[in-house]
């Protein structure tokens, strides 16, 4: 007779590692890992945003949507950017069990249309940072926002630098 717990078990653990070496696939491929913001780090950030209802938000690499979930509380319109598949889906489940209106794109950032954002929000390595500053901040608009958590943007003066225990957060404004 089978032991159906074990079964389940056995099961569990497939899919465990399977979601690992997806994990490690996509670091090997796009050179980022996912890295969560602390919920402590997330709130302060979105209070440094000074967010107010109908702006746009954007967070690059937004992981699991932390971040967008706490801007879309004050009534932001809110879209989330992420590479990793199983991160989109899980923030799509909990957008649709919370009934929030936020957009998750399984996409590169790089490849889209900001020139609509008010504040934009990432957590991004020092070569992203770079190339974000090269490549996308030129098409901002005029007092756009950027919360970065983590790593400077060092072509910019922020406006603002706040930590919160190691953490640190950079303000810019364009």
């Known amino acids: 007779m089978i032991d159906w717990m074990l079964v389940i078990v056995l099961i569990f653990l497939a899919i465990v590692s399977a979601g690992a070496g997806y994990f490690l696939a996509k670091l090997f491929v796009t050179k980022v890992p996912y890295v969560s913001t602390s919920k402590k780090v997330a709130k302060e950030m979105v ?15 937004c992981g699991n949507g932390k971040i967008l979930f ?9 879209t989330g950017y992420e590479l990793i598949r199983p ?9 649709r069990l919370h009934r929030k209106q936020i957009t998750f794109l399984c996409s590169d950032f790089f490849k889209a249309d900001l020139h609509d954002a008010d504040v934009i929000f990432c957590y991004l390595f020092p070569g992203a940072m770079d190339r974000f500053f090269r490549e996308k901040f030129p098409e901002l608009r005029s007092g756009t926002k950027i919360i970065s958590h983590g790593f400077p943007i060092l072509e910019l ?4 630098k706040v930590e919160v225990g190691r953490a640190k957060i950079w303000v810019y404004e364009k």
């Open 87 to 95: 991160l989109v889906w899980w923030a799509k489940f909990k957008n």
């Open 157 to 160: 003066k922020p406006v603002k």
């Open 70 to 78: 706490l801007a879309s509380e004050y009534g932001a319109r809110c």
């Open 47 to 61: 209070k440094l945003a000074r967010i107010s209802p109908g702006i746009q938000v954007y967070d690059l690499g």
